[in-house]
């Protein structure tokens, strides 16, 4: 059994203040890619199964302060995303219209983009990127959020972070123009010059 000591304590006294974390760093569109990616490998994913409801990872969303969730299957796969836009926009009424169920009834399965109509980026190309190229990126594919792709040590792929718009234009401090208000990258950057 290993031989454990009592650690030195102080008694506090005084003004004491708590540490607060540091907001989100600052970022430019020529920041690292990486300032704005959600390292899964330090932060837990925020996950639903496949079978839940959709008003159940609507919820979710919710207490997480999230826009999205990685779907994952009974076998902890990934078989696809569901974001606020699928939950809130056309796909449910759609959906009730095409089956005849309840709205209570459909599942994350039903309205989710499935895997086979998702990509990633790998990392490697992350570390060489800027904020604008994943800006560039999500506008130009029309998605809010991509995934960022590494192999393990068996050389298969698994999802090692995500790139939210909502969160880089958090860290930006400017809203980012939609692809059909901003065609190039330099009005995406004179629209963000402008807004700050």
Known sequence: ????????????????????????RSVTLESP????MTDLRHAHAAI??????MEAANE??????????LVLNED?????????????GEKPLRFIQERRVKHSEILVSDIM????????????VVRRAKVGDIVASLLDTGRQHT??????????PVVCGIFSLTQIE?????SIPSIEIARTFTEIEATLTAGA
């Open 147 to 156: 995934l960022v792709l590494e192999d393990d040590i068996e050389g298969n």
């Open 113 to 124: 983009t499935p895997l086979d109509r998702l990509e990633g980026i790998p990392l490697e």
């Open 33 to 36: 890619a990486s300032d704005v």
């Open 48 to 53: 639903v199964d496949s079978r839940a409801s």
């Open 170 to 174: 958090k860290q930006l401090g400017a």
């Open 1 to 24: 059994m290993p031989d454990y000591h009592m650690l030195p304590a102080q008694r506090l006294t005084g003004a004491v203040r708590i540490v607060r974390p540091a907001p989100p």
């Open 76 to 88: 902890e796969i990934l078989t696809g995303i569901i974001t606020a836009t699928d939950v809130l």
């Open 60 to 69: 979710y969303m919710k207490q997480r302060g999230v826009r999205s969730l």
